[in-house]
């Protein structure tokens, strides 16, 4: 009886003509291995009929796979010509035992192939996705290794007969306004089922940042979506509109869990006292704007340690700001070329400077 694990000698051999031509490729040799498993005390053994799957790496589900079989003597012989790159080559053995190795093929369509493998019995992953009501299409892909599955009506999906292994599960969801992508990476035991926890869709942050988007007249669209946020833990917790051409700063973006906030050279007037809703922000940028007050509800963001207010048109700071006991986590603060030439000679906001790390300041940089 073979057992669980099997080294796999795998031997290029360079000896037989071209017979078919792909991908645009031309060669005069054929490039095979031969497959070996070692059955244990008994010695080594072909891997007579095993399924061979080579695809290119990190290609997406759809990609055509090269779909060979070795024969009663383990070989397997690879008779059409590659374009040149790396390539995943799956064996699977008796539909239970599996292993996945990279060949690289050579501009002159020499393959190189991992000398030795081990077998595993394949795993099961499964998992699911908390569905939103608006979803169109959902689905979940594992591009490493051409799977792709749709889910049941709960939201579930199975993925049987995965090689033992670090994979990347492919998360699509679509609605009537946007598709979200989402990756994430998982390992896959041998013989076991691994269970991956429910992936919630960002449907509610989306939206509310492709509403930000629209009352800013920008046209959102899902590229454009995504080249603006960064998320963690499934929520959007960063946006970068810099240069974006931002007039105003809506309520939507006050209802997300944001921690960096940067609108760095926009058209900005007003921070509206909502600022103080955003009470994760660890990093907050609106230099190179239009504002001229500065709210005093901004004191209130206690785990903030970066606010830049530089080049603006601010004229003074709400005595608020200055207390002792707010802004209690603030490392920097950047409040240079705007009008605080009064402000900078005072006493009391150059000892309440001092607290912070800063570059040199003089009288100049408070005046544009």
Known sequence: MIQNRFWILLCV??????SLDI???????????VAIVDTGPGGMQPAAHAS?????????????????????????????????????????????????????????????IT???????????????????????????LPGLGRKTSLDSSGAFTFPHIPQGEVTLRYRVASATHTQVHEKNTTIMSGDTTHTPTFTPLEKD?????????????????????NHIDTTN??????????????????????????????????????????????????LDFSRNNIREVPAEIASLNRC???????????????????????????????????LVNLAQDAAFNDWLKKFSYEAWAEDQYSR
Request: glycine share 4%; net charge negative.
């Open 305 to 339: 340690r970066k606010i830049d207010l530089s080049m603006n048109e601010i004229e003074d700071l709400p005595a608020r700001m200055l207390e002792d006991n707010t802004l209690r986590s603030l490392d920097y603060i950047y409040l240079a070329h705007n009008y």
């Open 115 to 141: 000398d030795s493998l081990t077998l595993h019995k394949g795993g099961v992953l499964q998992g699911d996705i908390a569905l939103p009501e608006a979803v169109e299409e959902a689905t979940v892909s």
């Open 234 to 283: 499934n929520r959007v917790s960063h946006m970068y509109f810099d240069r974006a051409g931002i007039h105003y700063l809506t309520s939507e973006i006050f209802s997300l869990p944001l921690r960096h906030l940067s609108m760095a050279h926009n058209y900005i007037t007003e921070i509206p006292g909502e600022i103080q809703q955003l009470n994760k922000l660890t990093h």
């Open 206 to 226: 989306l939206e509310q940042v492709w509403r930000f988007m629209e009352r800013n007249y920008m046209e959102p669209n899902t590229e454009k979506l995504w």
């Open 52 to 112: 061979v799957y080579i695809r290119p790496a990190q290609a997406p589900h759809d990609t055509e796979v090269l779909q060979l079989h070795t024969d009663r003597n383990g070989l397997v012989r690879i008779d059409t010509a590659l374009t040149p790159g790396p390539y995943l080559c799956e064996f699977v053995y008796e539909d239970t035992l599996m292993a996945v190795t990279q060949l690289y093929v050579t501009s002159s369509n020499i393959i190189d």
């Open 13 to 18: 051999l360079l000896t037989y003509s071209c």
């Open 23 to 33: 991908a645009g490729a031309t060669s005069e040799t054929t490039n095979g291995a």
